[in-house]
């Protein structure tokens, strides 16, 4: 894949709104072969409306917000924090407590090579 240089304006990026199980998490999406860059914004007390297992890497830009795993587990991420995951290797959703402000970025190269080392 070749991207040429760009800039991206997001005051200029429709938002769409996805509600969750509590709040509303607002994307703007940019959509390039194989690329999904996202600026998400969670409202306050957001909490995710489903376990995700897609990798990702999730940068927060403003406020914070809580990554939990299925398993348990909670990773608390603040601004200037950011997670990596490859897709398969996770079963996680995202909650706040204030607004968050996200930059989330997945694609064809977060692929997980998991089903090769089952065998």
């Known amino acids: 894949m070749n991207i040429p240089f760009q800039t991206i304006d997001w005051?200029?990026?429709?938002?769409?709104?996805?509600?969750?199980?509590?709040?509303v998490a607002y994307w703007q999406t940019i959509q390039l072969d194989g690329l999904r860059i996202r600026k998400?914004?969670?409202s306050e007390?957001?909490?995710a409306d489903h376990w995700c297992q897609k990798g990702h890497i999730v940068h927060c830009l403003e406020g914070?917000?809580?990554s939990e795993s299925e398993n348990g587990e909670t990773f608390k991420l603040k601004k200037g924090m950011t997670y990596i995951v490859s897709?398969?290797?996770?079963?996680h959703r995202s909650r706040t407590v204030t607004k968050?402000?996200?930059l989330i970025i997945d694609g064809a190269f977060l692929k997980s090579n998991k089903e090769n080392q089952d065998e």
């Open 45 to 47: 007390n957001y909490l």
């Open 40 to 42: 998400v914004i969670y």
């Open 11 to 23: 005051d200029k990026i429709k938002t769409t709104e996805h509600i969750g199980t509590t709040g």
């Open 100 to 102: 968050a402000t996200l």
């Open 64 to 66: 914070e917000f809580s």
């Open 87 to 91: 897709d398969d290797l996770s079963s």
